[in-house]
């Protein structure tokens, strides 16, 4: 909240991002405890979870500074294969 020049907090966590939402599917074959194959999509509900990238200067005719938003991740899937000695 600004009065005059002067900058006050408002209160702890009054502004928020949308809430953060996500669906993962993992698949792992296992042959003899020691060798395991592996797939797994991140993200498959593709949503557009925002995370906070930057602050924008103070907009001296508003008094208001803007967040600055990215997407966090999108659809990734990855395959792998793991050997245990």
């Known amino acids: ?7 006050e907090e ?6 928020r991002l949308p809430a953060y939402s996500r669906i993962d599917l ?4 296992s042959w003899h405890g020691k060798l ?5 999509a991140l993200n498959l509900a593709n ?15 508003t008094l208001h500074i803007t967040l600055g ?8 899937p990855t395959a792998g294969l793991v050997f245990e000695f």
Do not use: H, W
């Open 1 to 7: 909240m600004a009065i005059g020049n002067i900058f």
């Open 10 to 15: 408002i209160g702890p966590n009054t502004v």
């Open 26 to 29: 993992r698949c792992d074959k």
């Open 36 to 40: 395991s194959l592996y797939g797994e």
């Open 47 to 61: 949503r557009y979870n925002r995370t906070y990238a930057y602050t924008t200067i103070l907009n001296p005719d």
């Open 69 to 76: 938003t990215e997407q966090e991740l999108p659809v990734t």
